[in-house]
């Protein structure tokens, strides 16, 4: 794990590459690195190295008696986080995206109605690579901050990113240590929460040095769920504000409070106030990009494969309507097998709820965390498009939940998936390198994801057997 941690640092060090975009801005503003100019040959080794490394070390962390002291794994994340806010991102270039997004705000234009190639002059809306010709497809939330971080950058590419770098190591190292609350009193506990956050080689790779915008999402629902009453239904909402599949997660409380109508009312009544108050200030246009996105098909999931065998049978065609009932309905499938094998389905007490052998280890009035965790894995397992970091979302959710056989499928899937997306770049990747495209991403990624579908279904379907016919003297103690 350390390893891996290293190898991602030191691929943002090293500069400019394949998996590292250049920052247009003067050299002395932050982010800094080494400016090597490393080749891409060596810098996608780096990357398989580090998510390689990063899988074997965490499933073996996750599955042995090795303990260590939490508070030690947490602060070693959370250096690694914080160091990394002065590198340059690494793995894709969304993050120039953002920084454009920021920026038409800032020039008053409207980045959900407006794209960065309408500006290509321009020093920071000129300097996004695929997704020039494309509207902001973030919520409202993520744009504010976004726009924030361009006031303060100005016309440098490099000082807008590195305020953006700030605000997402901020919510790395806030969600760590909100994960390190929620399990006190529970040593065991706070070590796999560090283990599946702060000191996750997998998510220091993808969300500290990736600086995806969906760390700051994350770090609104762990708050979310780590309060109660108005405050929780207030996160939520600007969660939901940040991106909107984090919504997914408000199921969680729901489900929890469901006995309880008036907690309920208030929690849901502030999150959908919250909701619209966001993206109605921000006009019902901001959802068009969205809606648009839940269309496509990504190339690393299994649903690509059906996509292509629709086309082989009936001719050219998106299929984006069969497609989008698929995936609806094997997430309800998946939701639903998680669901009973986690106990939530059962009445409190009663054998096989949450706490029970098999089941998550949540206490039973936390059993948000578990519902919210099964929705979401249900969500990323079904749908048709899927990048890497979205598993994030997953993984803070199960550091609440502790659910050793549902953790060692996301680290399957994620390794899997990032393996797929070296570089996630396709600007700088060399011809001799196109094969990590058309073989690994087009063809071994999808067939080995949809292995780990059936696979997640099957022993989803024999634990919620096994929690129905526990008998009761197999029940947790109180």
């Not at 042995?64 to 002065?86: E, N, T």
């Not at 040095?209 to 994350?218: E, K, P, Q, S, Y």
């Not at 079904?382 to 994030?392: Q, T, V």
């Amino acid at each position: 794990m350390g390893l891996s941690a290293a190898t991602t640092v030191l691929i943002g060090l090293l500069g400019p590459s394949a998996m590292v975009p250049e920052l247009p801005g003067p050299s002395w503003q932050p982010p800094y690195s080494l400016d090597a100019h490393p080749g891409a040959h060596l810098v996608v080794a780096l990357g398989a190295v580090a998510i390689v490394l990063g899988g074997l070390g965490l499933a073996a962390a996750l599955r042995s008696r090795w303990g260590p002291d939490p508070r030690w794994l947490l602060a070693a994340g959370c250096a690694v986080a914080g160091l990394l806010a002065f590198l340059p991102p690494s793995g894709s270039a969304d993050h120039l995206n953002y920084a454009a997004y920021g920026r038409l705000v800032t020039l008053g234009q409207d980045p959900y109605a407006i794209t960065p190639a309408t500006l290509p002059g321009d020093p920071v809306t000129g300097a996004v690579e695929e997704w020039a010709g494309v509207t902001s497809v973030y919520g409202p939330v993520a744009t504010a901050v976004q726009a924030l971080a361009s006031l303060v950058g100005g016309d440098s590419v490099r000082l807008t990113v590195f305020a953006m770098a700030v605000v997402n190591a901020a919510a790395f190292i806030g969600t760590a240590l909100l994960l390190h609350r929620f399990a006190r009193g529970d040593a065991d506990l706070q070590r796999r929460a560090a283990l599946l956050w702060a000191a996750n080689p997998l998510m220091i790779y993808h969300l500290a040095a990736g600086m995806h915008v969906d760390t700051l999402a994350i770090a609104c629902m762990v708050a979310a769920l780590t309060v109660r009453g108005a405050a929780s239904g207030l996160l939520l909402g600007v969660g939901i504000g940040v991106k909107l599949n984090a919504g997914l997660v408000a199921l969680g409380p729901a489900w929890e409070l469901r006995r309880s109508p008036g907690r309920l009312a208030v929690v849901a009544g502030t999150a959908t106030a919250t909701v619209v108050a966001i993206y109605a200030a921000a006009g019902p246009h901001v959802l068009d990009q969205v809606s648009a996105a839940s269309r496509k098909v990504s190339l690393a999931t299994p649903w690509q494969l059906v996509k292509v065998g629709f086309q082989s049978l009936f001719g050219p065609g998106a299929y984006s309507a069969w497609i989008q009932i698929g995936s609806l309905l094997l997430m309800a499938c998946l939701a639903w097998l998680l669901l009973r094998a986690s106990g939530a389905l059962r009445a409190p007490g009663t054998p096989g709820t949450p706490g029970a052998p098999g089941t998550p280890r949540a206490l039973p009035v936390d059993t948000a965390p578990a519902v919210a965790a099964a929705m979401v894995v249900a969500w990323l397992f079904a749908a048709p498009y899927a990048l890497p970091w979205y598993d994030g979302l997953a993984f803070a959710l199960l550091a609440m939940a502790s659910w050793p056989a549902l953790e060692a499928f996301m680290v399957a899937r994620v390794v899997v998936l990032s393996l797929g997306y070296l570089p996630a770049r396709e600007a700088l990747r060399p011809d001799d390198l196109l094969w990590t495209k058309t073989l690994l991403r087009e063809a071994v990624v999808p067939w080995t994801l949809l292995a780990l579908t059936v696979a997640l279904g099957w022993w989803a379907a024999r634990a919620g057997r096994r929690a129905r016919r526990r008998p009761a003297s197999a029940a947790p103690r109180p």
